[in-house]
């Protein structure tokens, strides 16, 4: 966190500092950038890393956090609590990454499969591992890959899953349960 | 493809391999416990199984870091008004957010930015004497849709219609309708004039009262 912050309107930082996510919701709602900036620093890391795993390229990931919180920033205003704040950050976030994904050339799926191949020159064995792991998740389709990297990697619940992909639990089950198997065997291979 | 067909493999045991990678990837009871707790099939698997999750697991424990000045090229857009290109909006249902007027032409179309409108409208208030339009925009109040610039205006675009929100301040002692009348009608006349879009409304918020030394 910067030491420096810039005082936007009205509140100090020290009293935003220890404001619930809810008031800072309210105050951004009608247009306070100080509250909204004090949001953005709460979850851009969430934002951030769930935009690496679907993405799997940190520039592309930069540019989709980026275009995650302009929405946010845009949208607030109707925000209603409905659903939790992260839960709908989720939400923008995995929409953003899956339009990132719809557009992407067909070319540049067969580099990600390649770039994939390629890590066997990678000296650290654990490195490798990992770096298998999230190119094996890469290689999942846009449906499949949205459920698992929710589940596997930010722990949230089927129903929570659902929620953020504007699904039933039973469509996310199937979905989860076929990028598993596709995973399973994918690394096998490898691990 | 060939994944498929693996994973409706069944081990030589007659067990799914799908159940197992459930299994594991849940950190489930397995469902046929006394069966798998002898069966070397199972068990081989379940043991491969366990090392590839946990793979994955480190993966789901790792924290990458977002890049050190992101907020801050965020807020810097924000103050700009560089936000993502419409057509590459997710859900648009979320962001129903236009930001240009469309006014179809013989030959083609003209779009004008809701920030023109904006400025045009603002220009226009001015011209309304003794009335002021607020510096910034009242935090009391929702910051509607079409809110594009820092001071009391706002402004929503949908095709060839417009609707143009004021927040202003009057002189004391002045008449609410006959000034905001006056308001009115100079804005809509100056924004159909110029820009060929058709005014639907004009909202005017009288938030503030001020002394007006001239009267």
């Known amino acids: 966190m910067p030491a420096v912050r810039r005082p936007e309107r009205g509140v100090p930082p020290a009293m935003v500092l220890h404001t619930s996510d809810r008031n800072l919701i309210a105050a951004a709602q009608v247009g306070d950038l100080l509250a909204f900036e004090e949001l953005a620093r709460r979850h851009e890391t969430l934002v951030y890393r769930v935009a690496l795993r679907m993405l799997n390229r940190p520039a592309d990931a930069e540019d989709a956090t980026q275009d995650v919180l302009l929405l946010a920033w845009q949208a607030l205003p109707r925000f209603r609590s409905e659903s939790s704040f992260p839960t709908w950050l989720y939400r923008l976030t995995t929409n953003r990454c899956l339009n990132v994904l719809r557009s992407r050339h067909p070319s540049e799926a067969l580099a990600e499969e390649l770039a994939g191949n390629q890590m066997t020159d990678l000296e650290v064995e654990h490195a490798l591992r990992l770096e298998v792991v999230k190119a094996a998740v890469a290689r999942l389709t846009a449906e499949q890959r949205a459920p698992f990297v929710l589940r596997e990697f930010e722990g949230l619940s089927y129903a929570e899953i659902a929620e953020v992909l504007e699904t039933t639990v039973p469509a996310i089950k199937s979905r989860l349960h076929r990028a598993r198997g596709e995973l399973a065997s994918a690394l096998s291979e490898w691990i | ?215």
Do not use: K
């Not at chain 2, 798998?36 to 366990?50: D, N, P, S, W």
């Open chain 2, 1 to 215: 493809m060939t994944h498929q067909v693996t994973m409706r493999h069944r081990l030589e045991c007659g067990t799914e391999l799908a159940v197992l990678v459930e299994q594991v990837a849940e950190a489930g009871e397995p469902e046929d416990p006394r069966h798998q707790a002898g069966c070397a099939y199972c068990q081989t698997t379940l043991v491969r199984l366990e090392q590839v999750w946990g793979v994955v697991r480190e993966v789901a424990r790792e924290e990458p870091a977002p890049p050190f000045s992101l907020v801050e090229t965020v807020l810097l857009r924000v103050r700009r008004g560089l936000f993502p290109a419409v057509s590459t909006l997710p859900l648009e249902q979320v962001v129903p957010r236009l930001v240009h007027a469309l006014l179809a032409a013989e030959r083609g179309t003209t779009r004008i930015a809701d920030a023109v409108v904006a400025d045009i409208a603002r220009a226009a208030a001015r011209r309304v004497p003794r009335t002021r339009l607020l510096g910034r925009w009242n935090r009391q109040l929702a910051r509607p849709a079409g809110w594009v610039s820092g001071d009391g205006i706002a402004v929503e675009v949908a095709g060839a219609s417009v609707r143009i929100t004021l927040q202003l301040a009057l002189p004391y002692g002045a008449s609410v309708p006959e000034t905001t009348a006056a308001m009115r009608e100079t804005v809509i006349a100056d924004v159909e004039a110029l820009t060929g879009l058709r005014v639907t409304a004009v909202d005017l918020s009288v938030d503030d009262v001020f002394r007006d030394e001239g009267a």
